[in-house]
Structures are given as structure tokens and as C-alpha cells.
């Protein structure tokens, strides 16, 4: 219930923050269309009374403007009711008076704002004020011509008044516009609210470790919001699953290894206990009891070392992936062909290299010696029957990125489809107790699978043709 009420919350605070803002936008657009009709229409009006001050201009001449009689002929012969015609001078004295004769009675005009107006640009007008000799309200429209300012001004009557209002059929359109929009605004916060409920519901289940409700997820609308919250919820199971299958691997792993440890551990304790229990044991006897013990011991060491390296790889430290340097390959490998060259001699291995000399990367060489090194020992071990080890290098481009792809390659006996899947995994051994007897951990592919995806390559294992396995992994370009 709480997660509906904050999810309407969100909504109400939603539509209330985006509709006030469009119905102020609404608002204001109202008023400024409102002033603009009403000043378009009292342009037509100013413009209206100019047209009859020029044609005063035009049948009187600019000389015989300030002459009454022709000044009274033709106010009387261009009638309109209620119009009153004025001329005044620069000064402001009125001069002639359609309606008043008593021109020395009438105030000074140079104060008054459409005669200011004509006198700076030629024209002017104001609206709606009170004539102090006739009491009347007028728009006044004046126009100079020289030195003399023609002033026409009919009465602000109700009909002149209800004319000059601007139009409110476009007000009646804005507010249906607005409620049109309202309902959508409405409709639309309520999908994003359906969303931000969804995924809050998700976060709570989340946070108890409950399965997300898949019933709500399928009512959710199909459209871009649905895709998000869906990738959202894919990445945190995603995540989630993969730190979950982090703890099941590193369980396991301790589990393997108390279980690997546990084997030598007990020969140590067997063989000292059986010497230490027979002082008079033969010296040879004790010298084999002895040997035995040191090799124990080199297996638990080695155990121990691989489980190390595999513990660093797990949790990658970026201060020492920014200390990578250039690392020569085919330095490395003949490094690790030097190390193993008895055990490939006793084991009857010959190699065959083809791996260009100017084929560098960016890394960590002790990892990359690590990655040959426990390959090549992978198949001294295990390449029964094998006589040729084969390693080829080949740059390989792949969604604009240039790696290096190796193949370790040798002419054994191979191995069984249903166990090429598992060799990269921990401890998993074909068979387990030659494994052990050769001294291997089962670990070793394990880190090189590890070592070459901290390099950003990958590692893969397939039978080869003709007989053998291949090991293929690569390695980025520098």
C-alpha cells in the first residue's frame, strides 16, 4: 500500500509541477495575445483617423490648414458623428476647434501625449481620456504636417469601446486546448507512475531477496519505460546471479581445495608418524619415507601457489593492470620451451614454433609465461602418445579490435567431446586419479583461462584434426 500511495504521490506532484507550468505558459500566451489584438485594433482605429487627416491635408494644402473658413467648410461638408477636429501649433496653442469656437479658453496642448507623440514621430494617439472643455472621453489620433499638428478624436463610446476589445473566441481555444492537454499530461504520468510503482515494488522485493512480481511485469505498457524497467531488473538479476555464482565458485573452491590438501596432508602425517614410530627403521626405508614427504609437500606447495594466482585473478587489482608493459610473446614462450625442455625431451616432444618475432602485447608477463607454461605442462602430463607440440600465431581482428590468437597444439590422444566444456573449470579432471598421480592440481587451465581474460582475450579447447587437442586463446594487441 505504501508503495501505491508514494507511486500516486509522485504522479500528483507530476501532473501538478508540469501542468502548472504549461497553464502558466497558457496563461501568459492569453494575456499577450490578448494585448496584441487589442493594440492591432487600435492601430486600425489610429489608422482610420490619419487617413482623414491626410485627406484634410491633401484638399486644404498644408497652407490653408490654419484658414477657418476652409477649415470649418470641411469638417462640415466630411461629416461623422461625434468627430472632432483640431489644429494646433508647435507650441501647443490650439488654433482651430471643430467643436469649440472659444479658443482662448482652451489649455495649452504641448503636454499631452499624442501631441508629444506627432511632435517626435510625426504621429500619435491616446486612448480614453476626458476632454477638459467638452468632459467627454475620446481617442485621440494627431498627425504633424510642418509647424501644425492636425488632431481628429472621435468619442470612446460603448460601441467604440466594445470594438477595440480583442476577440475572445481564441481564449475559448486555448482553455480547450489546455483541458485536452491536461487529459494527456494525466493519461501520461499515469503510465510513468505505473513504471516508478513497478520498479519500487521491484526495489522492496529486491531488498527482501524476493523474486520480482512477473504478473505486474507483463500489465506494464509496451513502450520505451517498459524496455527500460525491464533491462533494469535483467542487469540486477544478471548481477545478482553472478555474485551469487561468485560465492558458489569460491565454496567450491574451498571445498576442492580442503578436499585436494587433504590427501597430501594425511600422506605427510602417515609417512612422518611411521618413521617417527620406528626408531630403528632402515635407512633406506626412512630416506624413501622421507622423499615421499618432500613430494607431498612440493604438491601441497604448488596447490597452494596456483590457488593464489587463481585468487588474484578473481579480484583484479587496476593499479597494477595501469603498470602493464609491452611484453615480446615469442621471448616468453621459448622462455617456457627452455624450462620444460627435459620433461619434453624424457616425454619424446618435439616443438614446431611459428610465432612472428614482432609480436608484442600489453600485460603482465609473469601471467602470460604462466599461460604457455601451464599449457605446454598440460601436455607433457596428459598428450599420451604424443610426439610433435605445435604453437602458431595469427592476428585476428574482431568488432574493430585486433587480438593475437594462439593455438598450442599436439598429436595425442586427445579428449572425450563431453569433457572439453569442463576443462577450464576447477579442479575438473578427465581422469581423476592420473591426474593425481602426475602431480597436477587441476588448476591449471583454470588459470589459464583466468590470466587470458585479464589480458581481455579468450580461452577455448577442441580435439584436433587428425588427433590431439588445441588449446586457442587471445591475447589484445597492445
Known amino acids: ?143 504633424r504636417f510642418g509647424d501644425l499638428i492636425v488632431r481628429a478624436a472621435v468619442p470612446y463610446s460603448a460601441e467604440l469601446t466594445q470594438s477595440l476589445q480583442a476577440d475572445n473566441t481564441y481564449i475559448w481555444f486555448a482553455v480547450v486546448l489546455t483541458f485536452l492537454l491536461g487529459v494527456v499530461l494525466y493519461l501520461s504520468t499515469s503510465r510513468i507512475s505505473r513504471h516508478i510503482g513497478y520498479l519500487r515494488e521491484f526495489a522492496v522485493r529486491a531488498e527482501e531477496g524476493k523474486e520480482p512480481d512477473r504478473e505486474l511485469e507483463r500489465r506494464l505498457p509496451d513502450d520505451e519505460l517498459s524496455d527500460i524497467s525491464h533491462t533494469i531488473i535483467h542487469l540486477y538479476w544478471k548481477l545478482r546471479h553472478s555474485e551469487e555464482e561468485k560465492v558458489r565458485i569460491k565454496r567450491q573452491l574451498t571445498q576442492n581445495a580442503a578436499h585436494e590438501l587433504k590427501t597430501p596432508a594425511a600422506s605427510i602425517h602417515g609417512y ?25 609437500s612440493e604438491r601441497m606447495n604448488k596447490l597452494l601457489l596456483d590457488m593464489s594466482v587463481l585468487t588474484k585473478l578473481d579480484e583484479p587489482d587496476e593499479s597494477k593492470r595501469q603498470e602493464h608493459r609491452r611484453v615480446n610473446v615469442l621471448s616468453v614462450i621459448q622462455s617456457v620451451l627452455d624450462d620444460t625442455a627435459l620433461q619434453m625431451q624424457v616425454k619424446g616432444l618435439a616443438t614446431s614454433l611459428n610465432v612472428p618475432e614482432s609480436v608484442e602485447v600489453t600485460g603482465d608477463q609473469s601471467l602470460i609465461y604462466s599461460v604457455f607454461r601451464n599449457i605446454i605442462d598440460n601436455a607433457i602430463a596428459y598428450a599420451a602418445g604424443a610426439t610433435c607440440l605445435k604453437i602458431v600465431c595469427l592476428e585476428v581482428q574482431d568488432e574493430g579490435r585486433h587480438y593475437y590468437e594462439f593455438d598450442v597444439s599436439d598429436n595425442g590422444q586427445g579428449v572425450a567431446p563431453e569433457h572439453l566444456e569442463h576443462l577450464f573449470e576447477r579442479f575438473y579432471r578427465v581422469d581423476k586419479g592420473r591426474s593425481r598421480k602426475f602431480g597436477g592440481t587441476g588448476l591449471g587451465l583454470a588459470i589459464v583461462k583466468n590470466a587470458v581474460a585479464a589480458h581481455g582475450g579468450t580461452a577455448t579447447a577442441f580435439n584436433t584434426s587428425g588427433g590431439g587437442l588445441t588449446v586457442r586463446f587471445t591475447l589484445a594487441r597492445y
Open 1 to 143: 500500500m505504501a508503495t501505491v500511495l508514494r507511486s500516486r504521490s509522485f504522479r500528483k506532484n507530476l501532473l501538478f509541477r508540469i501542468g502548472g507550468v504549461f497553464l502558466l505558459f497558457a496563461i501568459c500566451f492569453s494575456v499577450y495575445q490578448y494585448q496584441r489584438e487589442k493594440k492591432f485594433k487600435i492601430d486600425i482605429l489610429h489608422s482610420r483617423l490619419q487617413m482623414y487627416n491626410y485627406e484634410m491635408l491633401q484638399t486644404l494644402t498644408k497652407d490653408s490648414l490654419a484658414n477657418p473658413h476652409l477649415f470649418y467648410d470641411y469638417v462640415r461638408r466630411h461629416n461623422v458623428e461625434g468627430l472632432r477636429v483640431s489644429v494646433i501649433n508647435k507650441d501647443g496653442r490650439v488654433i482651430l476647434d471643430s467643436y469649440d469656437t472659444k479658443l482662448d479658453s482652451l489649455d495649452n496642448h504641448l503636454q499631452r501625449a499624442e501631441i508629444l507623440q506627432a511632435l517626435r514621430a510625426g504621429n500619435g494617439y491616446d486612448i480614453k481620456r476626458t476632454s477638459q472643455s467638452t468632459h467627454e472621453t475620446y481617442f485621440y489620433s494627431a498627425t
Open 272 to 296: 612422518l608418524e611411521s618413521i617417527l614410530d620406528n626408531p630403528g627403521m632402515p635407512a633406506d626405508k626412512r630416506q624413501h619415507f622421507l622423499e615421499r614427504c618432500y613430494a607431498q
